[in-house]
């Protein structure tokens, strides 16, 4: 096994943060932590020193590494001395998710008088504890303080997140709404919960949220009134889907016409396709493509008519959708009207050849077939996907037939190749005869894959395997129990599971095979470098370090600038009032530098606006891809790291798909 550290070298950095910790300390703790191992018993020692800034680090290593064995040497810390050291083990056992701490943890609550640290016991209970854990937090809540219940509103939040729902609960944050200090945190729980009998019963309340001066509360109130059948609900969606300021809000609320499934939204939702404010129209494309069925019209087809090929008011990604949406109206009919944009650059061309799959009609496959030939992985990937919606449901000869034009793809060797074929075929509407038939073909390029570049396409093979039931894979399949990546390994175990019966989970015996990505003297660049400028095709975004939270994760995208492996790549996903995302050098959400790093997560670095965060098909699986959130989102809290934050909003909210990041600077 390799090892992530031999000696970090983090001293000079890290004593920054850390006063009066050795370098000898924080190193060993940071090479235990990344080596992932608890086998000597080391870092638990380190719960016992004298200084409770290393008693800190060593609790928030374990919040990291999150063994379910390391519960018993962290709750004896609850009762710390030392606050902040309570407060990172209330972290930790919460990472780790056994809800054998959530009893412990409501005790502890009962006694704790640190504000700081009661939040964080909530939060912790939230993401490890029971229904009846869950019960328990309600009954106290009272006794609370103001600050205190908004955390309780979030914690129910996590636990609806798990699937933990209480009508108590429910009836508990909906009741918080309309206080200055808890409403932002009720709605969003609300909306975590879903349920859509709580929102109707509190209407009233929620309609005046619809007017809160925060963005954040409107938008996420928007969303709930999407869940009833109301007519004043639905007027005050539509005049915020139109009027509202901020344009995260109005995205919510277009969303929120979907939900309510209104024909009457039909006619705001064809004058949002030419709204100035891409995100907004995208996302109007959107609903009407999620049914349009029941938006079609004359008018709606004459709009598409337009808008298609009108590339001076409408960008390529408004047209693309336009594409796929008048291809679902008009079927086989709107095919010579599609081919006529096949010329288009490579992105508006993979959302074309997407749409001549929506035709359903066997005309378009002469076409996809040409495409499937094309040296663009990306219109290759989009035809493989149209073709086989096309042939869902078809007779045998036609299937067969799309069967043996996909499978010479697997030599190829693109990741974003592989997965789409991949998927094709482990979808049930092919004939599971034919998918066999496919088998060999499969097995042999498995074995031509590794972690971690390939860990989402082998994720894929081995969910192919798992729905074939099939025993010719099992030999591959326990290979891949020891597996450097961890999510390979379990997603084996899983599919073993699922062909033998038997449970594979104790013959996991996967060790990570983290490549050292830096030399120790690159260690200095943490505190050289505060922050990057990201200069993209819409503008500057500065970008500021948080090598508290994340020091290898700075470290390696500091590395990355440094050998400039950004400059030029594009922001290949925008999900609107979500994130944008970037960094992969395929430009098709499967690329990364060629070796994985470790999450990082930490206490003091959440979700809020403008964070920016690590991409990963899974913990410990993270290489070049980041993201930047619109809004707070703190479901991704704990689960994906944090190194950065930005406030250059403006410009973040103007990135879409396909816009470039130029270069990158580090600065001083």
């Known amino acids: 096994m390799k090892?992530?550290?031999?000696?970090?070298?983090?001293?000079?950095?890290?004593?920054?943060?850390?006063?009066?910790?050795?370098?000898?300390?924080?190193?060993?703790?940071?090479?235990?932590?990344?080596?992932?191992?608890?086998?000597?018993?080391?870092?638990?020692?380190?719960?016992?020193?004298?200084?409770?800034?290393?008693?800190?680090?060593?609790?928030?290593?374990?919040?990291?590494?999150?063994?379910?064995?390391?519960?018993?040497?962290?709750?004896?810390?609850?009762?710390?001395?030392?606050?902040?050291?309570?407060?990172?083990?209330?972290?930790?056992?919460?990472?780790?998710?056994?809800?054998?701490?959530?009893?412990?943890?409501?005790?502890?609550?009962?006694?704790?008088?640190?504000?700081?640290?009661?939040?964080?016991?909530?939060?912790?209970?939230?993401?490890?504890?029971?229904?009846?854990?869950?019960?328990?937090?309600?009954?106290?809540?009272?006794?609370?303080?103001?600050?205190?219940?908004?955390?309780?509103?979030?914690?129910?939040?996590?636990?609806?997140?798990?699937?933990?729902?209480?009508?108590?609960?429910?009836?508990?944050?909906?009741?918080?709404?309309?206080?200055?200090?808890?409403?932002?945190?009720?709605?969003?729980?609300?909306?975590?919960?879903?349920?859509?009998?709580?929102?109707?019963?509190?209407?009233?309340a929620l309609l005046s949220a619809m007017n809160d001066h925060s963005p954040e509360i409107r938008m996420w109130t928007a969303t709930l009134l999407g869940l009833v059948s109301d007519s004043i609900a639905r007027a005050a969606?539509?005049?915020?889907?139109?009027?509202?300021?901020?344009?995260?809000?109005?995205?919510?609320?277009?969303?929120?016409?979907?939900?309510?499934?209104?024909?009457?939204?039909?006619?705001?939702?064809i004058s949002l396709m030419a709204d100035k404010n891409e995100h907004v129209a995208l996302t109007a494309f959107s609903v009407l493509n999620s049914d349009a069925g029941r938006y079609s019209s004359d008018n709606l087809v004459k709009n598409l008519q337009k808008i298609l090929p009108d590339s001076v008011y409408y960008s390529w990604r408004e047209r693309g959708e336009a594409s796929v949406l008048l291809a679902k109206l008009l079927k086989e009919q709107s095919i010579p009207q599609l081919t006529r944009f096949l010329d288009g650059n490579s992105m508006f061309r993979s959302k074309i050849i997407a749409a001549l799959g929506e035709t359903k009609s066997v005309s378009a496959i002469s076409v996809l077939q040409n495409e499937l030939l094309n040296r663009d992985p990306r219109s290759v990937s989009a035809a493989v996907e149209?073709?086989?919606?096309?042939?869902?449901?078809?007779?045998?000869?036609?299937?067969?037939?799309?069967?043996?034009?996909?499978?010479?793809?697997?030599?190829?060797?693109?990741?974003?190749?592989?997965?789409?074929?991949?998927?094709?075929?482990?979808?049930?509407?092919?004939?599971?005869?034919?998918?066999?038939?496919?088998?060999?073909?499969?097995?042999?390029?498995?074995?031509?894959?590794?972690?971690?570049?390939?860990?989402?396409?082998?994720?894929?093979?081995?969910?192919?395997?798992?729905g074939l039931k099939a025993d010719a894979a099992i030999p591959l399949l326990q290979r891949s129990l020891r597996d450097h990546d961890r999510v390979v390994?379990?997603?084996?175990?899983?599919?073993?599971?699922?062909?033998?019966?038997k449970n594979y989970d104790a013959e996991i015996s996967s060790f990570p095979d983290t490549a050292k990505f830096y030399?120790?003297?690159?260690?200095?660049?943490?505190?050289?470098?505060?922050?990057?400028?990201?200069?993209?095709?819409?503008?500057?975004?500065?970008?500021?370090?948080?090598?508290?939270?994340?020091?290898?994760?700075?470290?390696?995208?500091?590395?990355?600038?440094?050998?400039?492996?950004?400059?030029?790549?594009?922001?290949?996903?925008v999900v609107p009032n979500f994130v944008i995302q970037g960094g992969d050098p395929l430009g098709t959400g499967f690329g990364g530098p060629g070796y994985a790093i470790r999450t990082e997560v930490h206490p003091d670095a959440l979700y809020s606006e403008g964070a920016v965060g690590m991409a990963s098909a899974g913990k410990d699986t993270e290489g070049s891809q980041f993201f930047i959130t619109h809004c707070s989102t703190p479901h991704l809290d704990g689960r994906y790291t944090v190194f950065g934050y930005t406030k250059d909003m403006g410009i973040v909210d103007k990135i879409q798909i396909g816009d470039t990041i130029v270069s990158v600077k580090l600065v001083e």
Request: glycine fraction near 4%; hydrophobic fraction near 40%; charge should be neutral.
């Open 489 to 501: 390994a379990k997603a084996a175990a899983s599919a073993l599971q699922g062909i033998t019966g």
């Open 519 to 573: 030399k120790l003297e690159d260690v200095a660049l943490l505190k050289q470098y505060h922050s990057a400028s990201l200069i993209t095709s819409k503008g500057s975004i500065r970008i500021e370090f948080r090598p508290d939270a994340a020091p290898f994760t700075v470290l390696n995208f500091m590395l990355l600038v440094r050998k400039h492996f950004y400059d030029g790549l594009m922001f290949h996903r």
């Open 237 to 269: 969606v539509m005049t915020h889907a139109v009027d509202d300021p901020d344009w995260r809000v109005r995205v919510n609320c277009v969303r929120s016409l979907r939900n309510q499934r209104v024909e009457d939204a039909s006619p705001v939702l």
């Open 386 to 466: 149209s073709y086989q919606n096309i042939v869902a449901g078809k007779d045998s000869a036609v299937q067969l037939e799309f069967c043996q034009k996909i499978l010479p793809l697997l030599q190829r060797r693109d990741i974003s190749i592989l997965y789409s074929v991949a998927a094709a075929i482990e979808d049930t509407s092919i004939r599971t005869s034919i998918r066999f038939r496919c088998l060999p073909e499969f097995i042999t390029a498995y074995q031509n894959l590794s972690t971690p570049g390939d860990v989402e396409v082998m994720v894929e093979f081995v969910n192919l395997f798992a």
């Open 3 to 204: 090892k992530f550290l031999t000696v970090l070298a983090f001293s000079s950095f890290v004593l920054n943060c850390y006063e009066s910790v050795t370098a000898q300390t924080i190193d060993s703790i940071a090479e235990l932590q990344n080596s992932r191992s608890l086998v000597d018993g080391k870092l638990y020692g380190y719960l016992h020193s004298s200084n409770p800034s290393v008693r800190s680090r060593a609790v928030v290593a374990l919040a990291n590494i999150q063994d379910s064995s390391s519960i018993q040497f962290l709750l004896p810390l609850l009762n710390d001395s030392n606050p902040a050291v309570c407060r990172s083990t209330a972290f930790a056992l919460g990472q780790i998710g056994n809800s054998e701490a959530g009893s412990h943890l409501i005790e502890r609550i009962q006694t704790e008088s640190d504000s700081k640290c009661v939040q964080e016991i909530i939060d912790a209970i939230g993401k490890c504890g029971s229904n009846e854990h869950l019960k328990a937090l309600i009954e106290m809540a009272p006794t609370f303080s103001r600050e205190a219940q908004s955390s309780v509103a979030c914690s129910i939040a996590r636990f609806a997140i798990r699937k933990i729902k209480d009508s108590l609960a429910t009836e508990y944050v909906a009741s918080l709404v309309g206080r200055s200090e808890s409403t932002h945190m009720a709605v969003y729980a609300m909306m975590r919960i879903g349920d859509s009998l709580s929102v109707k019963h509190h209407l009233p």
